[in-house]
């Protein structure tokens, strides 16, 4: 079975500062690994995804993760945030386990201050 | 704009009514699901129905019946609901189930909201 950690549930930041999103997971088979932000009162859009290859993966809107295969961490970053960017980010993981089941992790909530 | 379309986006209703969600994507995805986010919490799996047939049920009560009526439609009938039903219901696609490109990435709707008085 799989499992997703977001290891903090806010992080308040100020705008333009930088911030780290962190997340960590397990499984006993290989894993894709995506990232979705959820704007208030909308569904959730993907930032970015590992599925194989290079692990620093960049996604929309300046983010931009690595994944960890030692440490089983999908961490996500942005040099400089704004205002926008306060919203609610998923990690997630899926797995082919008879059918590509995706487990989200329980969110992180991103405020950004001016 | 997203390409999967659920309607209505508010639903209030009552105990003993009985409504329907709908969810409509144009991708050509062969996977479609349902999710149940309640407040501050992440989504939960409800169903995934693969190439028009129901894959999986995450052991969901009867009162609610999922229904696919081609490759683009997903329908959830609710019935008999109870308060702690209400959320926000996410409808989501994926281009496969069973793996190949595209496996596991999600696009989702932007919800319908249910109350449940």
């Known amino acids: 079975a799989q499992s997703v950690t977001q290891l903090d549930s806010q992080v308040p930041v100020f705008e333009e500062a930088p911030v780290e999103l962190r997340c960590n997971y397990s499984s006993s088979v290989s894993v894709y690994l995506f990232w979705y932000v959820q704007y208030p009162n909308q569904g959730l859009q993907l930032l970015l995804k590992?599925?194989?290859?290079?692990?620093l993966v960049k996604g929309i809107n300046g983010f931009e993760a690595e994944f960890n295969k030692s440490q089983t961490s999908f961490h996500l970053r942005k040099p400089s945030v704004h205002i926008s960017d306060t919203a609610e980010y998923f990690c997630?993981?899926?797995?082919?386990?008879?059918?590509?089941?995706?487990?989200f992790g329980a969110g992180t909530r991103l405020f950004v201050k001016a | 704009d997203t390409e999967v379309t659920q309607t209505p986006k508010h639903l209030v209703m009552g105990m003993t009514n009985k409504k329907s969600l709908k969810c409509e994507q144009h991708?050509?995805?062969?996977?479609m699901y349902w999710y149940k986010q309640k407040a501050k919490k992440p989504p939960e799996l409800m169903f995934v129905y693969s190439y028009e047939k129901l894959s999986i049920n995450e052991s969901v009560p009867s009162r609610f019946s999922p229904e696919c009526p081609n490759s683009s439609l997903l329908n959830l009938h609710l019935h008999a609901l109870q308060p702690e039903d209400s959320a926000l219901y996410l409808c989501?696609?994926?281009?496969?189930w069973g793996g190949g490109a595209g496996a596991g990435e999600l696009f989702f709707g932007e919800g319908s909201r249910l109350t449940v008085l």
């Open positions: 590992y599925l194989s290859g290079s692990t």
């Open positions: 991708m050509g995805h062969r996977a």
């Open positions: 989501a696609s994926s281009q496969g």
């Open positions: 997630a993981v899926s797995a082919n386990t008879g059918g590509f089941k995706t487990i």
